[in-house]
């Protein structure tokens, strides 16, 4: 049962549905090894290494992972967390209502126009969908452009290059206004 379902017109149905380590981790292994994906930091991981590391966020509580459906196959993984339990929350002013949010997107079996931007707005509406959340927080890689590029057309504003444990990144914020009106630029245009 998907955990939250939208349509995105000329793309189908986009849903979210909490991960299932028993029959999901093999699907992660074959995204999270391949060279666009160097960013996750598992590329020479094998399969028990990444059940290892979705078990552990598991155990966490405040750390989610999600994977993402299109039109019921498997597409794209988010996860959730919340910054205060994480590093990246000792680099900035927390505020309530933040959410932490990380997303990788499947090697695509054939290219879709405005497929990573309707999985990205599945991804937001379902966050913001939560009345609590305020920001949506997150941190790529400064060498990761292209995912900079897709949060700035979501809405997303830097806010500064942080250390984290495993790399240098560009913390950046998405409040629902930024969002909403990101939403209807990209709309119009």
Not at 12 to 21: A, E, F, N, Q, W
Not at 120 to 142: A, G, H, N
């Amino acid at each position: 049962m998907p955990t939250f379902r939208r349509f995105a017109a000329g793309i189908g149905t986009l849903s979210l549905r909490p991960l299932d380590l028993a029959t999901d981790v093999p699907t992660l292994h074959s995204w999270v090894t391949q060279p666009y994906a160097q960013y996750w930091g598992l590329l020479t991981a094998t399969v028990d290494d990444v059940r290892t590391e979705y078990e552990r966020i598991e155990r966490t509580g405040y750390h989610q992972a999600l994977l993402g459906m299109h039109d019921g196959r498997p597409a794209f993984l988010m996860e959730r967390y919340l910054p205060a339990h994480d590093p990246v929350g000792e680099l900035y002013q927390l505020a309530p209502g933040d959410i932490g949010m990380h997303v990788l997107v499947a090697p695509p079996e054939q290219r879709v126009p405005g497929f990573t931007t309707a999985i990205f707005e599945t991804i937001l509406d379902y966050l913001f969908s939560d009345p609590q959340v305020d920001r949506v927080v997150v941190e790529p890689d400064v060498r990761n452009t292209k995912i900079q590029a897709l949060n700035q057309r979501m809405g997303f504003r830097k806010h500064s290059i942080v250390t984290l444990p495993d790399k240098q990144a560009w913390l950046s914020f998405c409040t629902r206004d930024q969002y909403a009106e990101a939403t209807r630029m990209n709309e119009a245009g």
